[in-house]
């Protein structure tokens, strides 16, 4: 796959989009519609990013094609990580536009390995976006 084998026939590319320009060595597992590569900028052994080939932002303007490749590729990639990593579990995540944290405009999905230990109290896992409504046990 050559660098800008990322792209669809029908999409421009951002001249700053670093997912649209993806080296083929860093593609682990491809299918028509998405890759999967592992995450430049880690939290965790093993974290790994869906990514659509079509440069779209959002989640939402996905075909269903597309969420269906990123649903095919994200079983493959945590038996990848398991295989790998022997996780004791798993954060799934989207940032949705630039509220929501979104710093790449092009839409990529985070599968995180969670290790016991690897945070003090991992209880509410992604309502921590909002520290001061993740603890809702109290």
Not at 49 to 75: C, G, K, Q
Request: with cysteine; proline share 9%.
């Amino acid at each position: 796959m050559r660098a800008t084998a990322m792209l669809s026939s029908h999409s421009p590319m951002p001249a700053t989009c670093p997912f649209c320009t993806l080296p083929a060595e860093r593609v682990l597992h491809a299918d028509a519609n998405a890759v999967v590569i592992r995450d430049g900028f880690p939290v965790s052994p093993g974290h790994t990013l869906l990514i659509p080939r079509r440069h779209v932002a959002s989640f939402f303007d996905l075909s269903a094609a597309e969420r269906a490749s990123l649903m095919t590729l994200l079983d493959w990639a945590k038996a990848e990580i398991e295989r790998e990593h022997r996780p004791d579990g798993f954060n799934i995540g989207i940032n949705d536009g630039p509220a929501a944290g979104q710093t790449v405009s092009h839409l990529h999905v985070h599968l995180i390995p969670r290790y016991l230990g690897d945070a003090a109290a991992p209880r509410g896992g992604v309502r921590w976006v909002i520290p001061t409504r993740a603890k809702y046990w109290d």
